[in-house]
């Protein structure tokens, strides 16, 4: 049976001398992997679109089991992505936790949303590291960690000060910080970013300018609830990790010019 799919490559490696077995999230079938015959091969017709990033529509012939790339035609080719090395670790990072997070077999449409959205906006120039947060604090259901943050966790108020509780999964407010001694508080201005970054749509956001402090703060906290309650760390992490430690050593647009001319 023949498949037309709007889909993203969120994984793709070689197979033998000139295959690639292509992993996919597509917005109407949800994960699926398909052999890419030949796109190892530079001249193959398939080898750009089975980049991981790309964005397109994608033919497949697939009655059971996995299925065979026919043909691809880019929505996005995801250029600024793809020739910068900090965006490329952000976007790595993004497709591998979606890639570990969804499972193949049915249509996961919000999934679909937020990685499209999320590589869209980086691709656009939104701040990659703002952006990775978003997609965090959205792909936590995934993992069966559905975090409180309308309101406190224990007794449902919506106002007075908080904090956040990783044993009580979510906000505490003042009233009820004696039920957990390792809360964390945090400003209004936290508060509220926690909350957007969880509820509202990436591609609803404004240019967003955070403080650096922020981003790292607000990432500790859900990258504790990712290590601690799900048991999740990923590989693309530590690059991005060892790319924040050392700023200088990441090439600057203007330095990358001069360098080619
Ligand atoms: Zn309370």
């Known amino acids: 049976m023949l498949h037309k799919w709007e889909g993203i490559v969120i994984k793709s490696r070689a ?8 992993t996919l999230l597509t917005r109407e079938a949800g ?7 030949g796109a190892k091969k530079p001249t193959s017709r398939l080898a750009g679109i089975t980049q991981t990033f790309m964005h397109g529509m994608f033919v497949c012939q697939r009655t059971s089991g996995m299925g065979t790339l026919q043909q691809g035609e880019h929505l996005n080719s995801m250029r600024h992505v793809l020739t910068d090395i900090t965006l490329t670790a952000y976007a790595s990072y993004i497709v591998e936790i979606i890639d570990r997070l969804v499972e193949e077999g049915k249509p996961e ?6 990685l499209q959205q999320a ?22 259901p995934f993992t069966g960690v559905q975090p409180i943050l309308h309101a406190c966790a ?12 990783f044993s009580q999964g979510g906000f505490l407010c003042h009233r009820c910080f004696h039920l957990d001694p390792y809360i964390i508080r945090l400003t209004p201005t936290q508060l509220k970013l926690i909350r957007m970054f969880y509820m509202v749509p990436i591609e609803q956001l404004g240019k ?15 990258t504790t609830i990712y290590e601690e309650q799900t ?17 200088e050593l990441l090439p600057r647009k203007t330095e990358k010019k001069e360098d080619s001319e």
Do not use: H
């Open 15 to 22: 197979y033998g001398e000139s295959n690639k077995i292509v």
């Open 31 to 37: 994960k699926v992997t398909v052999m890419a015959r």
């Open 109 to 114: 449409p919000y999934a679909f949303d937020v």
């Open 119 to 140: 590589l869209n906006a980086i691709e656009e120039g939104y701040d990659p590291e703002a952006i990775t947060l978003f997609v965090d604090w959205k792909m936590l």
């Open 154 to 165: 224990q007794c449902g108020a919506v106002d007075g000060e908080f904090a956040f509780s």
């Open 208 to 222: 967003l300018e955070l403080k650096r402090e922020t981003k790292r703060f607000i990432k500790k906290i859900v």
């Open 231 to 247: 048991g999740i760390r990923l590989k693309s992490r530590t690059f991005i990790e060892q790319l924040e430690r050392t700023p």
